[in-house]
């Protein structure tokens, strides 16, 4: 079943064309890797996805709905974790849901059920800095799942990480989709990266 659907879309700047007549689905439980080399404009389609820009002309399709040109309908997260350093970790991930209107204990409460299979248990009331990288993009990945659990649009999420570390978040990251059945579409430059989180690959040229 397609959950997301991109029609046609085009993007230019300046009157030079970044993006020209793209077309893609995302179909529900799949991950699938948009893979390109930088600066092609990838991150400028999810841009269009998440509603955070606009197209020139071309539409986006959630569940059949036309959300083109409308934030906070999928989760969008960014190339950095954009953890808040002033804020623990708990404070940090149940945001979206404070956002939506629940009560902070409510939300804490339900952000801390998904704190031991996000390899997040302990650092509930810790600071962005005193955690790694790893861990803080575990953070922000499940902050993103808690915004809006069913698309997730994920910009290079492991790009800033070293390789062996890399390495151990990509096989998590499959179980973690897996285990709660998550949509998502993973934005990456690396073949290697795509081959082995893939169940379908889109290629940006």
Known sequence: MTILKAEKINVSYD???IIKDVSLCLNKGELVCLLGASGIGKSTLLGVLSGVKEPDSGKVLLDGGDITGKAGEISYMQQKDLLLPFKTIIDNVCLPLIIKGQNK?????MAQGYF????LAGCEKKYPYQLSGGMRQRAALLRTYLFKSNVMLLDEPFSDLD??????MRQWFLGVTAKFGITALFVTHDIEEAIFLSDRIYIMT
């Open 105 to 109: 204990k409510s939300a804490r409460g």
């Open 163 to 168: 390789i062996i570390t890399r390495g151990a």
């Open 15 to 17: 009157g030079a064309p």
């Open 116 to 119: 031991d299979n996000f390899g």
